[in-house]
């Protein structure tokens, strides 16, 4: 079983950063796919960024330039920092991670950006 466990939601202006942090823990494979997701009210949820295994990150066209995602692999940890935040990234956003063919998500975090 894996959990996941985001943290660094909150309320913020345009134009301001947060910065989201995500920790794994349980049965973690070396070959996975960990991202962030992002779900707005009355909308389906949407990819912001990915990790392969192999190091390939790939951007939401939407948030890219302003968005950068890491991991600290000793750590079981993905981050997301935000910059230049707009009202249309307020959403919940998820971290997941995809292993042997099984998706595990995260509770989310309220991201919430007022103009």
């Known amino acids: 079983q894996v959990q996941l466990v985001e943290s660094g939601g909150g309320l913020v202006l345009a134009g301001e950063s947060l910065r989201l942090s995500c920790i794994a823990s349980g049965s973690i494979f070396s070959i996975k796919t960990m991202g962030w997701h992002r779900q707005a009210p009355g909308k389906q949820r949407e990819l912001v960024a990915a990790i392969s295994s192999f190091g390939i990150i790939t951007y939401a066209d939407s948030v890219k330039g302003r968005f950068t995602f890491s991991r600290d692999n000793a750590k079981n940890t993905v981050y997301l920092q935000m910059n230049s935040l707009k009202p249309e990234d307020t959403a919940v956003y998820y971290c997941?991670?995809?292993?042997?063919?099984?998706?595990?998500w995260g509770q989310g975090t309220q991201v919430t950006v007022s103009s």
């Open positions: 997941a991670l995809s292993q042997r063919g099984m998706n595990y």
